[in-house]
């Protein structure tokens, strides 16, 4: 992209006489310069190789180094004194499961200078780290692919009163990170998921980009949206539409609620309880129109009429103050996960005066002779968050410790680990036959058509039905029953239906006029 047009006018100015043979007038000039940015916007891609295995940290071409296949998943679970009172022996999928994690991990470039990572100095240590810290266990479920990206460094965030040019900045810095993860996921999409599930998973930076991958990939593309089992976005907040799970910064995917529902997306954030979370500040993408105006998001956030929309995230079922399911942290010596169940509470919060503040609020119980401070000499420098419990000062602001981002995805680990096969089982990707229960509760007649088309479920009501071609690509929706296709060619369709429970996805078959219309497929 060209981040100066003035350059570009400048440049055109000056050429010599000779070399245009006419005079353009300003407004000629300024459309020509439109189109080359608006060209420029289009074509913008990595300049980064993902055929190559070096810049893949998981990846099944890796083979023996793959981290996700060497790692012990094993997971012992702790009482205060250090004893050990359970051992769960999870094993990593060695071989296809049909469900793929893509992971994308958080900032580890604590330069406070605004720029992007080269791929050279990228600290590989710390990515790995943070891998086995948020994502590792989960090796069990399926092949895990984590690539190695340019992310924006820590300084791309640290503007406390952001100008248009910063937040431009911002938008440009943060695109670049998102064009690798954009051409990691579609190398892995094209090459190895040969319709598996997709999990997608990210934390803090890790998540904002996972985010724009679902708006750019998946929100208009039921097929691919068809394979996701969930996108967990930790640490980061979302929004919809009032009175709606979608509609803020992604269209149609929706947050999940409180039953399982496979294509929906989990968010959340952790602050210690009896403080009130910041709410979406001035450095926060959901306030850069610019991420919008990319197409990175479908809506940010309008201050100017705060009653538009409304936050939107996962409870993990904390409406009450109860134990947290199981918190999970890597041991020590990073040979193991160590998990403990009577450490934290939590409970879900919302303000609803405050953008951006529902969280997780975590208080610690007071346990007498506890002895579970442990430090983890492992930890990269300056990366504080595998410490437990939660220090009481902070290591970037030397504050108070209230802020528990750098631990989002341990306290919901063990909840993660019950919901996942869940979540996993009821996806139903186009390609893959339904459940023959399943398909004898949904009735489409008559199929083949050449007009109406009558939809019924014995089970549950049916909320939207979404209208794709072969490619995936949504050309209809309806919210009624009863629809007509007569304006379509003939040929062979995909009917998403959504009802209060699942997802369903059947074949649909348009003939032409004066064809007799066959009957339920």
């Not at 769960?88 to 605004?114: C, E, H, K, R």
């Not at 996962?314 to 450490?343: A, C, E, H």
């Not at 529902?358 to 430090?375: A, F, G, H, K, V």
């Amino acid at each position: 992209m060209i981040k100066n047009p003035d350059i570009l006018l400048s440049k055109l100015y000056t050429t010599p006489k000779k070399a245009i043979n006419c005079i353009f007038d300003l407004q000629v000039v300024i459309l020509i310069a439109l189109i080359v940015v608006t060209s420029a916007s289009a074509v913008a891609q990595s300049s980064v190789n993902y055929d190559l295995p070096q810049n893949w940290m998981c990846h099944p071409i890796l083979r023996s180094t793959d981290i996700a296949r060497q790692q012990s998943l094993t997971l012992a679970v702790l009482s205060s004194d250090l004893t050990v009172d359970t051992t769960i022996n999870y094993t990593a999928a060695t071989t296809d499961t049909g469900v793929d994690i893509f992971y994308v991990y958080p900032t580890i470039d604590l330069n406070q200078t605004s720029g992007n990572t080269s791929m050279s100095a990228i600290d590989t240590n710390a990515a790995k780290f943070v891998y086995t810290e948020q994502v590792g266990i989960y090796a069990q479920f399926g092949r895990v692919f984590v690539p190695y990206y340019q992310q924006a460094t820590i300084g791309v965030f640290m503007h406390p009163t952001p100008t248009e040019q910063d937040k431009l900045q911002q938008a440009d810095y943060m695109e670049t990170a998102y064009l690798d993860i954009e051409a990691a996921f579609d190398n892995y999409l094209e090459k190895y998921n040969m319709g598996n599930k997709i999990i997608l998973m990210g934390h803090s930076q890790g998540a904002d980009l996972m985010r724009f991958l679902l708006r750019k990939k998946f929100d208009n593309n039921p097929a691919l949206l068809s394979k996701l089992v969930v996108a967990i976005s930790g640490g980061e907040p979302n929004y919809s539409a009032i009175g709606s799970r979608t509609g803020g910064s992604l269209e149609h995917i929706k947050t999940l609620s409180s039953e399982p529902e496979s294509g929906c997306m989990i968010s959340w954030r952790t602050w210690e309880s009896g403080h009130d979370g910041l709410g979406l500040d001035s450095v926060s993408f959901f306030y850069n129109h610019y991420f919008a105006d990319k197409g990175l998001l479908y809506q940010t956030y309008d201050k100017h009429t705060p009653c538009k929309h409304q936050d939107s995230n996962y409870d993990f079922n904390y409406l009450t103050n109860k134990p947290v399911t199981r918190y999970i942290s890597v041991s020590p010596d990073s040979t193991q996960y160590w998990g403990f169940d009577d450490m934290f509470n939590a409970r879900f919060s919302c303000d609803a005066t405050k953008p951006g503040c529902t969280y997780l609020m975590i208080e610690t119980n007071s346990i007498p002779n506890d002895l579970r401070i442990i430090p983890n000499p492992k930890t990269p420098p300056d990366i504080l968050f595998p410490e437990i419990p939660i220090p009481d000062t902070s290591s970037f602001s030397h504050q108070p410790n209230i802020n528990y981002h750098c631990w989002d995805m341990q306290f919901v680990q063990g909840d993660l680990l019950l919901l996942l096969p869940q979540l996993i089982d009821i996806t139903n990707p186009i390609g893959i036959p339904e459940n023959n229960h399943l398909e004898n509760n949904i009735l489409i007649y008559p199929n083949p058509t050449t007009d109406i088309v009558h939809l019924s479920n014995l089970n549950s009501k049916i909320e939207s039905i979404r209208l794709c071609n072969l490619q995936g690509k949504l050309i209809q929706e309806f919210f009624t029953n009863d629809f007509s296709v007569s304006n379509l060619s003939a040929g062979i369709y995909y009917i998403i239906i959504q009802t209060g429970k699942s997802t369903f996805t059947h074949k649909l078959v348009k003939q032409q006029q004066g064809q007799m219309p066959g009957h339920k497929i």
